[in-house]
């Protein structure tokens, strides 16, 4: 499997932060602003500690994505940056060249979340006034011609959404960055199954992924076509199950009910279904949290998009890993708060016990890649 983190490009600390989907612009941040110079501290400590790459948000509640990771990737020398982007914003053939820069220079550290938009007030503010459905259509033409480009082709196309004529790049991307992509719409199935490299789903109770996965991976299979799948989680792992459940009671309490009333409100006029199923899974209410053993709902009371978190000891957080691993998710895109210190707390305690399970290796360069402690020496990493 790949591990990958997280870049809080809209502001940390100790307590959730706010953001994304129906949460309002102005609201997100935190106690730690998103400056280059915290960015890099989280970049590097996941790059230690060998996490594979990290998500970088998009929308006007974070940093712009493309910018802050080109940046980084002078800061760090091997970690990877999954960049968000949504493709009514560029032109195709824009996107398939700054791809190809991006790759030259960084070098070959690029990969892609392509993010269609669920909320419409948003999209408007970008001058993006298509209805949800024509935006995932028009996603799948952006990515038709720069699938072509990659390839170094010549492309005319002529499309509902968009048209391009003589289109080409100097120079392929090397190599060619792989897609990512969400959505629980049955649009968004058929984007997944026609474009995308890895099919990401939030971080739902296994039996709803386990349906979502055999869903997307029959669309593909009818195509001729075979995926990777991924998920995104946020972690709260500590020595002991007692202490990880302390922690999630700490940030529930510090939680005012006005604001968790407030974002539901706008969490529930998003057009994303998977916001839906977020929602769904607490219903706004506090008293109904854990969800499945060890996957906590508290996130999503204040914050859009992946609202999950898996709570518990190091062991039994990598026991839901590798439950998740065992339905067919290869790839997992964590995230804790503060981001800087959950990083450590998962990259010293969770990662050693997927390696010694034989779940999960190292990138090569990383400090991870040292020869494996016995986790039993150490306290930090100790699995209780």
């Known amino acids: 499997m790949k591990v990958h983190w997280f870049l809080p490009t809209y502001g940390d600390g100790r307590q959730l932060v706010g953001g994304g989907h129906g949460v309002p612009v102005g609201s997100a941040g935190g106690v730690r602003p998103a400056t280059l110079s915290y960015l890099t501290q989280v970049a590097r400590a996941a790059e230690q500690l060998g996490f594979e790459a990290a998500l970088t948000p998009t929308g006007m509640w974070c940093e712009d994505a493309w910018?802050?990771?080109?940046?980084?990737?002078?800061q760090t020398e091997r970690l990877k940056f999954l960049v968000a982007f949504r493709p009514?914003?560029?032109?195709?053939?824009?996107a398939a060249q700054m791809a190809a820069t991006y790759q030259r220079h960084s070098p070959g550290r690029l990969l892609l979340n392509i993010v269609t938009g669920g909320e419409p007030s948003e999209q408007r503010g970008y001058g993006d006034f298509l209805s949800k459905d024509d935006r995932y259509a028009r996603g799948a033409e952006f990515l038709h011609v720069v699938r072509a480009l990659w390839r170094g082709e010549r492309v005319d196309f002529t499309g509902k959404y968009l048209r391009v004529e003589g289109a080409a790049l100097e120079r392929v991307p090397d190599p060619v960055p792989d897609i990512y992509f969400g959505g629980s719409s049955a649009?968004?199935?058929?984007?997944?199954?026609?474009?995308?490299?890895v099919y990401l789903?939030?971080?739902?109770?296994p039996a709803q992924v386990a349906e979502k996965i055999a869903w997307v991976r029959k669309l593909a299979a009818d195509r001729g076509r075979t995926l990777r799948f991924g998920i995104r989680l946020h972690i709260i792992a500590r020595d002991t199950s007692?202490?990880?459940?302390?922690?999630?009671?700490?940030?529930?309490?510090?939680l005012d009910p006005k604001a968790i009333e407030a974002v539901q409100a706008g969490l529930a006029r998003s057009e994303s279904e998977g916001q839906r199923r977020m929602r769904e899974l607490h219903g706004g209410s506090v008293d109904r949290l854990e969800v499945a053993p060890n996957l906590w709902a508290g996130i999503g009371l204040v914050r859009g998009g992946a609202g999950t978190a898996l709570v518990g000891s190091h062991t039994e957080v990598a026991?839901?890993?590798g439950e998740?691993?065992?339905l067919g998710i290869d790839e997992f895109i964590l995230s804790g708060?503060?981001?800087l210190e959950e990083a450590w707390w998962v990259g010293e305690g969770v990662l050693p016990v997927l390696r010694s399970r034989g779940l999960w290796e190292p990138p090569a360069g990383s400090l991870a890649a040292a020869p494996p402690t016995d986790t039993a020496a150490v306290p930090f990493a100790r699995a209780r």
């Open 67 to 74: 910018l802050t990771t080109a940046m980084l990737s002078q």
């Open 88 to 94: 009514g914003m560029l032109t195709p053939t824009l």
């Open 187 to 197: 649009a968004a199935g058929e984007v997944a199954a026609e474009h995308v490299d």
């Open 201 to 205: 789903t939030w971080g739902e109770p």
């Open 242 to 254: 007692e202490a990880a459940w302390s922690v999630a009671q700490s940030l529930l309490d510090a």
């Open 319 to 321: 026991d839901r890993i």
């Open 324 to 326: 998740y691993h065992a």
């Open 337 to 339: 708060h503060p981001h």
